[in-house]
């Protein structure tokens, strides 16, 4: 015979229940899922599908992400029932649950939600007077949110400037930007006067000491810049993609991961403005919003993620790894997972140089948005990332030219971008064109092109995006480690086998052992964002295996 989990008599007495005729309770009693968490242990994060739920013994906070960080706005007690708000809306969780101490909770589903309120009206008179109180305390909430935590000032074309800004952009920190140039009137009046680069405030009060750089404003806001320890199981390096995903399972199967980003996380998928082929998200995924995601569940596993530091050496010690940081900072690892993807290619035109950060920029971030509307703004590249960019600002530009050097996309860019661009009547593609010179006078102003069988045409410009592609940089790796003509990373079976060991190498194992690569870095691999997620992953299983082989835990050893 069937064993309730749940006793009627354990339930009949919250008021939810107590409406509740005898037959349907016992038959909730039946059906219901007996959730025991332990304190700390979280019930539901905030995005998940939304359950209904009753807390039968002990207490739960409820947390709401506000402007970037988990804050505790509410909390449950023994009887309360929750879940009711998003089931009756359609929507996800919008708040997260966690035991404040040892608790014991009743989880039903949407059918066995409905059957509770079909099945008296009492009780559907409660749910919805709790639904409505709710919806309220959310509505005045809501008001009492500060809208940014960050207020940065400075020039558009002030380089830190738009390092700061596009960190918190990719890390999707609610920011105020007062361009110094454009809007001196909004200038707070406590800057002091003298400043010439930027300044940023965090938290409405912490001013970020001067010069402002993106590691203060990390440490500002309370993102990790110095690593805990000096031993690890395996440190990461890179935070795009395949290194977030190499963290993720990294930690969630047990290792000891330090991840170490030079900049913050997302690499180039961070800077896509719409990544429409991800599995799992049929209406596509901003980047960042990508990024983000994956950094908090790289962090809820456990890894510890170091951000705005540069690896700038790897060297293989005694049974392991030593890793480098920029400062000199070594730390000792059992294996290394390289996961620094490419840099884009620079463009060969006259002045280009002169311009960077002044107009002319490489890649295009979404942050950007602000700085083109009603602008006239060109784009020279014909891939998918040229696209995604092209179709992006253009509901923000006056015009967006996308200049080709070949005879048009069709050979470069997925079909479905060449159908987006169709519709929007500011887009212009230009075939067979390349850019000779770029001019003005402090920023850029002009643009010269040459056309096939056409004289070259100079004409005002506003922005210049340049994605052309991009390369490995990997020359600071050690010289010992295979690469193919073009710098990229030899793994598994690019490689001969090892005549003095037991075994060959791994896949995604270079031909040093214990190292690893993964992602856009790695010879031969399909430069997209799933099979970097892929190849992360599946490297945490080599590295297993790898370990298995190898002795306990490497002491910290100068580097070689
Ligand atoms: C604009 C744009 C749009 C795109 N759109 C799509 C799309 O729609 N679908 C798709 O599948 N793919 C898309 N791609 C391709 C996809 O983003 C890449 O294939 C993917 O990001 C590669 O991931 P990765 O982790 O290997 O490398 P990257 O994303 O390049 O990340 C590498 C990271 O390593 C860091 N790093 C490098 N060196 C060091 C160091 N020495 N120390 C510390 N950190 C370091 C970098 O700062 C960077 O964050 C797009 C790319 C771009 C640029």
């Known amino acids: 015979m069937e064993v309730p989990l749940f006793h009627v008599d354990e339930i009949r007495h919250f008021p939810l229940m107590a409406c509740l005729p005898e037959r349907q309770l016992e038959r909730i009693a039946r059906g219901a899922a007996d959730l025991r968490l332990q304190e700390g242990e979280w019930l539901i994060r905030e995005g998940e599908q939304p359950w209904f739920f009753l807390l039968v013994e002990g207490a739960l906070d409820v947390l709401k992400e506000l402007t970037g960080k988990d804050q505790v706005v509410n909390r449950y007690k023994e009887g309360d029932f929750f879940g009711e708000v998003p089931l009756l809306l359609g929507t996800v969780t919008f708040a997260s649950l966690r035991a404040k101490e040892n608790s014991r909770v009743m989880k039903l589903d949407r059918v066995q939600f409905k059957e509770i309120i079909d099945s008296s009206p009492d009780c559907s008179a409660l749910v919805m007077k709790t639904m409505t109180s709710r919806i309220n305390m959310i509505q005045d909430r809501m008001l009492d949110i500060p809208v940014s935590r960050v207020l940065v000032v400075g020039s558009q074309y002030d380089t830190d400037c738009r390092d700061i800004r596009s960190f918190l952009s990719v890390n999707r920190i609610p920011y105020e930007?007062?361009?110094?140039?454009?809007?001196?009137?909004?200038?707070?009046?406590?800057?002091?006067?003298?400043?010439?680069?930027?300044?940023?405030?965090?938290?409405?009060?912490?001013?970020?000491?001067?010069?402002?750089?993106?590691?203060?404003?990390?440490?500002?806001?309370?993102?990790?810049?110095?690593?805990?320890?000096?031993?690890?199981?395996?440190?990461?390096?890179?935070?795009?993609?395949?290194?977030?995903?190499?963290?993720?399972?990294?930690?969630?199967?047990?290792?000891?991961?330090?991840?170490?980003e030079r900049a913050s996380v997302g690499g180039q998928a961070g800077t896509s403005s719409r990544i429409e082929n991800y599995l799992g998200f049929p209406g596509g995924i901003s980047g960042d919003e990508l990024s983000e995601r994956a950094l908090r569940q790289a962090e809820r596993f456990g890894s510890e993620i170091v951000l705005t530091r540069d690896v700038q050496n790897v060297a293989q010690i005694d049974?392991?790894?030593?890793?480098?940081?920029?400062?000199?900072?070594?730390?000792?690892?059992?294996?290394?997972?390289?996961?620094?993807?490419?840099?884009?290619?620079?463009?060969?035109?006259?002045?280009?140089?002169?311009?960077?950060?002044?107009?002319?920029?490489?890649?295009?971030?979404?942050?950007?948005?602000?700085?083109?509307?009603?602008?006239?703004?060109?784009?020279?590249?014909?891939?998918?990332?040229?696209?995604?960019?092209?179709?992006?600002?253009?509901?923000?530009?006056?015009?967006?030219?996308?200049?080709?050097?070949?005879?048009?996309?069709?050979?470069?860019?997925?079909?479905?971008?060449?159908?987006?661009?169709?519709?929007?009547?500011?887009?212009?593609?230009?075939?067979?064109?390349?850019?000779?010179?770029?001019?003005?006078?402090?920023?850029?102003?002009?643009?010269?092109?040459?056309?096939?069988?056409?004289?070259?045409?100079?004409?005002?410009?506003?922005?210049?995006?340049?994605?052309?592609?991009?390369?490995?940089?990997?020359?600071?790796?050690?010289?010992?480690?295979?690469?193919?003509?073009?710098?990229?990373?030899?793994?598994?079976?690019?490689?001969?086998?090892?005549?003095?060991?037991?075994?060959?190498?791994?896949?995604?194992?270079?031909?040093?052992?214990?190292?690893?690569?993964?992602?856009?870095?790695?010879?031969?691999?399909?430069?997209?964002?799933?099979?970097?997620?892929?190849?992360?992953?599946?490297a945490i299983a080599f590295v297993h295996q790898y370990l298995a082989t190898v002795q306990a835990p490497v002491e910290q050893v100068a580097l070689v």
Request: hydrophobic share 40%; aromatic share 6%; glycine share 14%.
């Open 177 to 260: 930007w007062v361009d110094k140039e454009r809007e001196p009137e909004r200038v707070p009046a406590c800057m002091p006067a003298e400043l010439n680069g930027p300044a940023v405030v965090v938290d409405h009060a912490f001013c970020v000491g001067q010069p402002p750089t993106v590691r203060k404003v990390a440490a500002a806001l309370g993102y990790r810049t110095e690593p805990r320890g000096d031993g690890y199981d395996v440190v990461v390096v890179g935070g795009g993609p395949a290194g977030l995903a190499a963290a993720v399972y990294g930690a969630s199967e047990g290792l000891n991961v330090l991840l170490v």
């Open 319 to 538: 049974g392991g790894w030593c890793v480098e940081l920029d400062g000199g900072k070594r730390i000792s690892t059992r294996a290394v997972i390289l996961a620094t993807g490419v840099d884009w290619r620079r463009l060969e035109a006259e002045n280009i140089d002169r311009f960077m950060g002044r107009g002319v920029l490489y890649g295009a971030s979404r942050m950007e948005a602000q700085t083109v509307v009603g602008k006239k703004v060109f784009i020279v590249g014909g891939g998918n990332s040229a696209g995604q960019a092209a179709m992006f600002f253009s509901g923000y530009a006056e015009s967006v030219t996308v200049l080709v050097r070949g005879e048009g996309l069709k050979l470069t860019m997925s079909q479905y971008l060449i159908e987006q661009i169709k519709t929007r009547p500011n887009i212009t593609i230009e075939p067979y064109t390349t850019v000779v010179s770029v001019g003005g006078e402090h920023a850029l102003e002009t643009i010269c092109t040459k056309t096939r069988g056409e004289e070259p045409r100079t004409r005002p410009a506003d922005a210049l995006f340049v994605m052309i592609g991009a390369n490995a940089n990997t020359g600071w790796l050690p010289a010992e480690l295979k690469r193919d003509e073009l710098g990229y990373v030899c793994t598994g079976r690019d490689l001969p086998g090892w005549a003095d060991k037991e075994r060959n190498p791994y896949p995604l194992e270079t031909n040093l052992p214990g190292l690893f690569c993964v992602g856009d870095v790695r010879h031969a691999s399909i430069k997209r964002v799933s099979s970097g997620v892929g190849e992360g992953s599946m």
